[in-house]
Nanobody
Framework: QVQLVESGGGLVQPGGSLTLSCAAS???????MGWYRQAPGKERELVAL???????NYADSVRGRFTISRDNAKNTVYLQMTNLKPDDTAVYFC???????????WGQGTQVTVSS
């Protein structure tokens, strides 16, 4: 079973940047991988997706500000976040994604707080 560990979150000011990492315990090369976030009182939402060919898609709310990438040799997925806004505050998770839902157990997530 693949275990996922997210890291890199923290407290940043509006307009700041952070890069998140998602380390998998086994190979993820055959999986589309996504970054999700969940703010207090809100549903978890998909914000970025990268397929096995490294083609990326983004939610409208983050397009142009976030960049998802993957390094299959390191079993790791990254999320580069720039021009952060208070509405980006959430716990961020990664997971494999099929057309039907996520394919791994959720990790613990990493907290991103954007505030002055």
């Amino acid at each position: 079973q693949v275990q996922l560990v997210e890291s890199g979150g923290g407290l940043v000011q509006p307009g700041g940047s952070l890069t998140l990492s998602c380390a998998a315990s086994r190979s993820i090369s055959s999986r589309n991988m996504g970054w999700y976030r969940q703010a207090p009182g809100k549903e978890r939402e998909l914000v970025a997706l990268i397929n096995t060919g490294s083609t990326a898609n983004y939610a409208d709310s983050v397009r142009g500000r976030f960049t998802i990438s993957r390094d299959n040799a390191k079993n790791t997925v990254y999320l580069q976040m720039t021009n952060l806004k208070p509405d980006d505050t959430a716990v961020y998770f990664c997971n494999g994604k099929s057309n039907y839902g996520v394919v791994f157990s959720w990790g613990q997530g990493t907290q991103v707080t954007v505030s002055s």
